[in-house]
């Protein structure tokens, strides 16, 4: 039988408000979403926020010491950033070069995985 999941999701922005990932508590987590990662006009994933990204990545990787067992995953586009999908699957060729962007930057960020989060495609 499969194991439960326990999932938590980090908004970025609330480190602003000084609630930053090294202050979660990770023993009762299988997964944590980090939100949210950019699509730029080159179809490439990009942290969202340059400035506040590394450091929370690098915070958020810190916490498999508490529970190795821990998944990290990005969530790429959200509300506000998902104006890109459509374009990035358009072809073969773009979805390629996303599919490989995606790759490189969970490989550059120490996540385990990538979470497609495409919000409101025909509005």
Known sequence: ????KIVG???AWTANDGFTPD???PSGL???LYAFAN???DLKVI???PMLDPLNFHRLQQLKQNNPSLKTLISVGGWTWSGLFS???LSEESRILFSESCSDFIRRYGFDGIDIDGEYPVS
């Open 1 to 4: 039988m499969d194991q439960k």
């Open 9 to 11: 999701y980090y908004a």
């Open 23 to 25: 202050m979660i508590d």
């Open 30 to 32: 299988t997964h944590i």
């Open 39 to 41: 699509i730029a006009p």
């Open 47 to 49: 942290p969202g926020n």
């Open 87 to 89: 374009e990035a699957a």
